[in-house]
């Protein structure tokens, strides 16, 4: 027994708690609202029906007032005739209709106090209908106003989330970025440090062999240029053999020897070729590396 009464009350509240969910107080306010507009009719109508009693009433017993008024006069008649039978049968019809009349009176005064008390409750329910109607569009009002700031602050929320994903998501890019430019960097540095091998470069070995060549041509060229640079900073040595000119007994005037003479057109022509402008590092390392 007592876990059917378990089951009952899980099965209520499962069921309160489906039925909270799809009520709405608007609808419950308005469905209060037209019971009770439902509620003040059927008190109107009541209030009709018993004012159709009364009148009703009055209508018989302005009826049964007639009849007696004609009873009255007949018996006259008849006592005029000296007909006292027919006058004593008319009184006896009157005094019924008179008791008639009390009955219908007593009636009468009955549907008079319920009316009056009908349309007393009539009055105040009116005026309860028509409170509620006020407090029932005040408390919509108050309902939708508090379900539009819910959404708002349901929205506002989301926004706020949606941003802060959004900060998230930046911030993961740019940690994405700085490693990727971090990579490229060391890439490229292996690559001119020769620890990397660079695949879209030539494989073709004659083009290595014909660059080496370059390479070589190059080097030659600048060791030509630092031999030159050399010869105009010391003057040239003498001939291996040659007698000096003061042994020879002749005058600084004197002409020198042929070999002599050739050796200093040479040391003139050297001294005549301009010298190359020197590179700076910056060159250098440009010429070794074209």
Known sequence: MSVMKRLSGIVQAKANKVLDKAEDPRETLDLSYEKQL???????????????????????????????????????????????????????????????LDGLKTQHDQLVSQEERLVATTQQLQTR?????????????????????????????????????????????????????????????????????????????????????????????????????????????PAVGAPPAAALGASPDAPAPTSVDEEAVDGEAVEDTPSPAPTDLFSLETGAGS
Not at 71 to 84: G, K, T
Not at 185 to 213: H, I
Request: charged share 25%.
């Open 38 to 100: 439902e509620q003040l009719q059927q008190v109107r109508k009541g209030v009709a029906d018993v004012a159709t009693a009364r009148k009703r009433i009055e209508l018989q017993a302005q009826q049964l007032q007639q009849s007696a008024t004609k009873l009255q006069d007949q018996a006259r008649q008849a006592i005029a005739q000296n007909r006292d039978d027919l006058a004593r049968e008319a009184l006896g019809r009157r005094a019924s209709i008179a008791s008639q």
């Open 129 to 237: 209908v028509e409170a509620f109607r006020t407090q029932k569009e005040t408390l919509k009002a108050s309902y939708t106003a508090a379900q539009a700031q819910t959404k708002i602050g349901e929205a506002v929320s989301g926004i706020s989330e949606s941003m802060g994903d959004t900060g998230l998501a930046m911030s993961r890019a740019q940690e994405k970025i700085a490693n990727m430019q971090a990579r490229a960097g060391a890439v490229d540095e292996l690559l001119a440090s020769g620890a990397l091998t660079d695949l879209s470069g030539s494989s073709d070995p004659l083009q290595a062999e014909l660059d080496k060549g370059m390479q070589g041509s190059q080097v030659d060229l600048e060791l030509a240029q630092l031999k030159g640079q050399l010869g105009m900073a010391r003057p040239a040595p």
